[in-house]
């Protein structure tokens, strides 16, 4: 069952330094886009994937293809992808024991969050943090 409680998401929001966010864009207008910029304002460091743009810089950082290419281990993998492109990526947290799994509002997939969550990693599903920080309460994280 994913950790969409208030208490467990504040946990994650509280703990968590790094941030593999899958799905990235380039055009400022995207959903993706706004939630790395307000995430890094939040003081995350926050690495975009993206395969179609990789080798480029977005807000800052290397997009990388995968989370296999990924320069440093990560806290969280955030997931901005249709729920039926989520299953690889969701394997691939897995397999890079990535502690936490986040999908974005309307990214479902019960099937994947619960091989996610029986191989020992916790799982937010269709849950935004940039609407989640203000609503908890959470304070930017220090430098």
């Given amino acids: 069952m994913p950790s969409n409680s208030p208490e467990q998401m504040r946990v994650i929001l509280e703990s968590i330094r790094t941030i593999a966010l899958v799905g990235a864009s380039e055009k400022t207008n995207r959903p993706s886009h706004e939630v790395m910029e ?3 304002k939040q003081g ?3 690495i ?3 395969p179609r743009i990789a080798g480029k810089t977005l807000l800052g950082e290397t ?3 995968d989370l296999a290419s990924l320069p440093e281990p990560v806290d969280m993998v955030e ?3 249709a729920p039926e492109r989520t299953d690889a990526i969701i394997d691939e947290a897995v397999d890079l024991h990535i502690p936490v799994l986040w999908m974005q509002i309307g990214v479902i997939n019960e099937n994947g969050a619960a091989r996610a ?3 020992g990693l916790t799982v937010v599903m269709d849950r935004c943090p940039k609407q989640e920080i203000p609503r908890l309460g959470i ?3 220090p430098a």
């Fill in 139 to 141: 304070s930017p994280v």
């Fill in 44 to 46: 995350y460091r926050v």
């Fill in 63 to 65: 997009v990388y293809a």
């Fill in 117 to 119: 969550e029986a191989a």
């Fill in 48 to 50: 975009p994937v993206n």
């Fill in 79 to 81: 997931l901005f992808l």
């Fill in 38 to 40: 307000f995430m890094q």
